[in-house]
């Protein structure tokens, strides 16, 4: 018998009841008019909260406490193939383009650390739509934070080569106070990852107090005094020039005292000069894989 030859291959068939690429697309178009009508929703709820509120608060818009437990939900919620950075990046939007539209405000950026990296930093969490002012040094974004109504100041979490201390321009009680620690959630390769303060004026109940910043002028500032407190807290220190004092901005995480770290700075032949509390964060957090890990500072 002649063998027959198979008819040429038409591709693999659609299983029973599987969509066509035209059904999923339609799911997709779904689901985005359903995501553009929550965020028209959350705006009407935004218009009624500035009704409410009749301008009651002062200072930012900007909660940082709420802020802070926002993003840490989002990371421990989040799954599937969706980029935790993309997730991150939307919902930091959402959050400062409805802040602004409460009350506007600018972002006045240090860029003494690298242009690049604070931009990165400032766009990523404040989005386009806030303005950008941009600063060479902590000590002028300051100043401009200080001179406004609500806006923020992003500077550099670490020292910068050269640089005077910014911090004890915190201290009087009318003055801005660091109001965060950015980014919120910490990670390898995070797109913002530049560890920025924000400072500001915030209503005292906004703010977030599981870290305290506290300005310490200190004599008698060296390499016993850095090794006694490096164990206990972060600290940026800039050494005074013309004697062996320094300006200290110290971190108390939660269960450390600020007690504690100035008799640790004692005990290594140091002497307290003054210090004044200059404002508070929350604590760090870092996501390892896919968990949520709270740091100590």
């Known amino acids: 018998m002649p063998r027959r030859t198979p008819p040429p291959d038409a591709g693999p068939k659609p299983l029973p009841n599987t969509p066509s690429l035209a059904d999923l697309r339609r799911e997709i178009d779904r689901i985005d008019a359903a995501m553009h009508r929550l965020l028209m929703e959350r705006g009407e709820i935004i218009d009624r909260l500035i009704r409410a509120k009749r301008t009651e608060e ?7 406490a709420r802020e802070a437990e926002m993003m840490r939900r989002l990371v421990e919620r989040h799954r599937g193939i969706l980029p935790l950075d993309t997730a991150e990046s939307i919902w930091r939007v959402i959050i400062a383009t409805f802040t602004y539209v409460q009350a506007p ?12 990296a604070m931009r990165d930093s400032a766009r990523f969490h404040f989005g386009f739509t806030v303005p950008f002012v941009a600063h060479f040094g902590a000590a002028a974004a300051v100043a401009a934070v200080a001179r406004s109504k609500g806006d923020l100041a992003l500077v550099p979490a670490t020292l910068v080569a050269g640089a005077e201390a910014w911090w004890p321009a915190l201290e009087g009680e009318a003055e801005p106070k660091i109001i965060a620690r950015l980014p919120f959630v910490e990670r390898a390769d995070h797109p913002a990852g530049l560890p920025v303060f924000v400072i500001s004026r915030s209503a005292p109940d906004a703010m977030v107090r599981e870290v305290a910043a506290w300005s310490v002028n200190v004599a008698g500032w060296g390499a016993a005094a850095a090794r ?3 164990p206990l807290t972060d600290v940026l220190a800039v050494p005074d020039r013309v004697s062996d004092g320094a300006a200290l901005l110290v971190s108390v995480p939660q269960g450390r ?14 002497s307290l000069r003054s210090a004044a509390l200059v404002g508070s964060h929350a604590t760090r957090y870092t996501v390892s894989g896919s968990r949520l890990v709270a740091s100590s500072r």
């Open 58 to 64: 002062s200072g930012s818009a900007f909660r940082p």
């Open 228 to 230: 006694a407190v490096a």
């Open 105 to 116: 405000y600018a972002v006045h950026a240090d860029l003494s650390s690298g242009d690049a």
């Open 257 to 270: 005292t600020f007690e504690e770290i100035t008799a640790a700075l004692i005990g290594a032949g140091a």
